[in-house]
């Protein structure tokens, strides 16, 4: 089984879910009635979603997760298989997929997540195959079963393989999943949550230092995107769009940077990329409603305006290093 598989660009390993998107006119009031525009049971998860992005830009794409013997997990993998993206799971009997109920504002796009998630569904290290991660170029993963996660990046780091991780909370083992992450692009507050210092260009300093990364970086939303490479900050503002969905654009993100590390792209290339891939993101319903193809992506990064930006670059030149 070895010998036969395939050595692919990117493999990730992580979640995926099972969204029921459902467009309101506007975010429902406390013990109000609202009549909803839409409802759709769409796929996401954001590992699984990265994945799908990836094999879209023509990447060879290969994803490890776990699922339940319902219908949700039907369609994870039948979705899987028509993206072209080679996948192994593992099914938890009468069991439910994780799935979630997201809530959007068609005002702004916006939107409200309920989800729930079986506790069997954890991805187990004992459950993950050696081959299927170091059969790659780069490894991705998030923090929600922080041990499986943990060992695969052990193991890509044995092989040289680089590491994206996309984390959000404080999730039990954090710290040693991060001893093994090149690449860290968190949500806006997980630097100030790990490391209590709340101003974002000292955190990610912190976080390089304590972890060794060679990228620590914090998604913005509205605001793009703040990176440290270990001797400055680059700083992308996000696109001007018109947003249906914002579900998923940090996932899409991850999966820009990513396709943007095979590339050999620098680093201000990547986070530029990433950015407009996130826009065009939010401008179709659900989190791969919006997968731009490349070549759109790139005229957005032509012809695209950008928001005002969160940072100057006198401020960013001026943060001093921390020791």
């Not at 109920?101 to 050696?130: A, H, S, Y």
Request: glycine share 8%; aromatic share 8%; hydrophobic share 45%.
């Amino acid at each position: 089984m070895n010998e036969a598989l395939p050595m692919v660009d990117i493999v990730g390993v992580g979640l995926n879910a099972t969204d029921t998107v459902i467009r309101l006119p506007h975010f429902p009031a406390s013990s109000s009635k609202v009549e909803f525009r839409v409802a759709e049971v769409l796929p996401g998860g954001q590992v699984a979603s990265a994945m799908v992005a990836c094999a879209a830009w023509g990447l060879k794409a290969r994803y490890v997760g776990k699922i339940g013997d319902d219908a949700f997990g039907s369609l994870q993998r039948a979705e899987m298989e028509r993206a072209g993206v080679e996948s192994h799971w593992i099914i938890t009997p009468d069991c439910q997929s994780q799935s979630s109920f997201i809530l959007v504002d068609q005002r702004n796009g916006e939107r409200t997540v309920l989800w729930k998630r079986d506790p069997r569904l954890e991805l187990l290290p004992t459950e993950i195959c050696r081959e299927w991660v170091v059969r790659s170029k780069v490894l991705h993963v998030d923090g929600h079963d922080c041990a499986g996660a943990t060992a695969a990046a052990r193991w890509a780091h044995e092989a040289s393989i680089p590491v994206m991780a996309d984390l959000d909370n404080l999730y039990s083992g954090v710290e040693a999943l991060l001893e093994n992450v090149d690449y860290l692009i968190s949500s806006r507050e997980f630097p100030a949550r790990l490391t209590g210092e709340q101003n974002l260009l000292v955190s990610l300093q912190v976080l390089f230092r304590r972890f060794g990364s060679r990228v620590t970086a914090a998604t913005l939303g509205e605001e793009g995107v703040l990176a440290w490479d270990g001797s400055k900050f680059h700083y992308s503002p996000a696109f001007e769009i018109i947003p249906i969905d914002t579900t998923g654009a940090g996932d899409i993100f991850h999966a820009g940077f990513a396709y943007a590390q095979i590339q050999g792209w620098d680093i201000s290339r990547a986070l530029e990329f990433s950015c407009a891939a996130a826009g065009l993101s939010c401008t179709a319903p659900g989190a791969r409603g919006g997968i731009a193809a490349a070549r759109q992506i790139e005229d957005l990064i032509r012809k695209g305006h950008r928001r005002q930006a969160a940072y100057s670059q006198e401020q960013l030149e001026a943060t001093r290093t921390v020791r």
